[in-house]
């Protein structure tokens, strides 16, 4: 072959080469992000500092946060405001009354107990979360939450909701229990509802029982709506929660007989529903106001009473009905409503939004802080200056530390 032919053919072959690499290119210039991952994009669920504990001051507090029924942001107007309001009011005031709060009561622990969003406002559930819950991620506070009847009305399930609030930041909240016999890493107990689960809370930094126990705080999915005997109700607490609860609660006696003898670690119930016992509140002495019906399931399940046997429930913080605020005493058991909290939630007009308080304060000994001494609850209201109201005692230790 003359070196001529070699020459052009030479030439041809770079020209092709050349040419396939600019179509390669193309190729990928134009598709290479539908085949990548966007690694920027993937990133681990931000924690709090676990596990909870009390401060150094010897306090824990809890902001509870009753049917925000959130939807779609700015686009979602408000419910039962006043004809001034209504014009520019939207769920932003449902977010902007939350920062608020955090702010000026610097929790430690936020929970949500329901109707966190309305389903039936919303296209899309967990934006909706994300929007609903976003103060207590900005602010980097540990929140927990459980379901009410209202969130699993759009685009999730119980299951698939719960499963999503407990991978969002900063959340301590959990699908249901764990199994305790070992047999299987992540399996969860069988059990009715999603959002069962226990959070514990140690004592003070620095204190005798820093490494312990001293406040148990259980949630529980009270459901949303069943079919009794042909009879439409709404959903309440099953027996198999009911079992896990005395399970839990037997636990964590044995666990901490060495701290304060006979007497197990106070505790307090976060559930949605409240139990027709709430009913019978009307004829007692209650601190708050009683403005509506109460709202639950035709069936008894035994709540109170298995609250009653555990002997450490002190006070339950329930939602659903919203322009109910009142605490009340069944049987020794605190039974407290949060009040509503959202703007696009059902309330009355020239009736402020609200939230409440729960704080659990230690006792002294000697040299340090020992176990829960009291607790104490009380709302504010979404007005010019977040009055305080309501202020109250729930339960005080009536026996003495070891020091």
Same mark, same amino acid.
């Given at each position: 072959?003359?070196?001529?032919?070699?020459?052009?053919?030479?030439?041809?072959?770079?020209?092709?080469?050349?040419?396939?690499?600019?179509?390669?290119?193309?190729?990928?210039?134009?598709?290479?992000?539908?085949?990548?991952?966007?690694?920027?994009?993937?990133?681990?669920?931000?924690?709090?500092?676990?596990?909870?504990?009390?401060? =150094? =001051?010897?306090?824990?507090?809890?902001?509870?946060?009753?049917?925000?029924?959130?939807?779609?942001?700015?686009?979602?107007?408000?419910?039962? /405001?006043? @004809?001034?309001?209504?014009?520019?009011?939207?769920?932003?005031?449902?977010?902007?009354?939350?920062?608020?709060?955090?702010?000026?009561?610097?929790?430690?622990?936020?929970?949500?107990?329901?109707?966190?969003?309305?389903?039936?406002?919303?296209?899309?559930?967990?934006?909706?979360?994300?929007?609903?819950?976003?103060?207590?991620?900005?602010?980097?506070?540990?929140?927990?939450?459980?379901?009410?009847?209202?969130?699993?009305?759009?685009?999730?399930?119980?299951?698939?909701?719960?499963?999503?609030?407990?991978?969002?930041?900063?959340? /301590?909240?959990?699908?249901?229990?764990?199994?305790?016999?070992?047999?299987?890493?992540?399996?969860?107990?069988?059990?009715?509802?999603?959002?069962?689960?226990?959070?514990? /809370?140690?004592?003070?930094?620095?204190? /005798?029982?820093?490494?312990?126990?001293?406040?148990?705080?259980?949630?529980?999915?009270?459901?949303?709506?069943?079919?009794?005997?042909?009879?439409?109700?709404?959903?309440?607490?099953?027996?198999?929660?009911?079992?896990?609860?005395?399970?839990?609660?037997?636990?964590?006696?044995?666990?901490?007989?060495?701290?304060?003898?006979?007497?197990? =670690?106070?505790?307090?119930?976060?559930?949605?529903?409240?139990?027709?016992?709430?009913?019978?509140?009307?004829?007692?002495?209650?601190?708050?106001?009683?403005?509506?019906?109460?709202?639950?399931?035709?069936?008894?399940?035994?709540?109170?009473?298995?609250?009653?046997?555990?002997?450490?429930?002190?006070?339950?913080?329930?939602?659903?009905?919203?322009?109910?605020?009142?605490?009340?005493?069944?049987?020794?058991?605190?039974?407290?409503?949060?009040?509503?909290?959202?703007?696009?939630?059902?309330?009355?007009?020239?009736?402020?939004?609200?939230?409440?308080?729960?704080?659990?304060?230690?006792?002294?000994?000697?040299?340090?802080?020992?176990?829960?001494?009291?607790?104490?609850?009380?709302?504010?209201? =979404?007005?010019? @200056?977040?009055?305080?109201?309501?202020?109250?005692?729930?339960?005080?230790?009536?026996?003495?530390?070891?020091?």
């Amino acid at each position: 072959m003359s070196p001529a032919r070699i020459t052009v053919n030479w030439k041809h072959t770079i020209l092709y080469l050349t040419l396939i690499i600019s179509l390669i290119y193309s190729i990928e210039t134009l598709i290479s992000h539908k085949l990548q991952v966007n690694h920027n994009q993937i990133r681990l669920k931000r924690s709090p500092n676990l596990p909870l504990r009390f401060r =150094d =001051d010897g306090t824990f507090k809890i902001l509870q946060v009753a049917d925000m029924h959130f939807g779609m942001g700015s686009i979602t107007r408000c419910r039962d /405001v006043t @004809d001034a309001e209504y014009g520019y009011c939207s769920d932003l005031n449902t977010t902007q009354f939350l920062r608020r709060m955090i702010e000026a009561e610097r929790p430690d622990l936020i929970a949500f107990t329901g109707d966190n969003i309305f389903g039936s406002s919303t296209t899309d559930a967990a934006e909706s979360l994300l929007q609903a819950i976003g103060p207590a991620i900005e602010y980097g506070i540990p929140w927990a939450a459980i379901l009410g009847n209202h969130d699993q009305e759009s685009t999730m399930n119980r299951a698939e909701l719960m499963t999503f609030l407990s991978l969002m930041d900063f959340s /301590v909240s959990q699908i249901n229990p764990p199994l305790q016999d070992g047999s299987e890493r992540g399996a969860l107990r069988s059990i009715d509802g999603f959002g069962n689960y226990r959070l514990r /809370v140690h004592g003070a930094p620095g204190s /005798v029982l820093s490494n312990s126990t001293v406040f148990d705080l259980f949630f529980l999915d009270s459901g949303d709506r069943e079919t009794v005997q042909g009879r439409r109700t709404y959903g309440w607490i099953k027996d198999s929660q009911l079992s896990w609860l005395q399970d839990a609660s037997k636990q964590g006696l044995n666990q901490n007989m060495g701290n304060v003898p006979s007497n197990p =670690d106070p505790a307090l119930a976060f559930f949605h529903i409240p139990i027709p016992e709430v009913r019978d509140l009307w004829y007692t002495p209650f601190i708050g106001q009683f403005q509506e019906g109460v709202a639950c399931s035709i069936v008894q399940s035994g709540v109170l009473s298995t609250f009653l046997s555990m002997g450490n429930v002190k006070a339950a913080f329930i939602g659903h009905d919203h322009v109910n605020d009142f605490c009340g005493n069944l049987k020794g058991v605190w039974f407290c409503y949060g009040g509503g909290f959202g703007y696009h939630a059902y309330g009355r007009r020239n009736w402020h939004r609200r939230s409440r308080l729960i704080e659990a304060k230690l006792g002294k000994g000697k040299d340090t802080w020992t176990g829960v001494q009291r607790i104490k609850t009380w709302k504010r209201l =979404d007005d010019g @200056d977040l009055c305080k109201i309501d202020e109250q005692v729930l339960w005080e230790a009536s026996y003495s530390f070891l020091k």
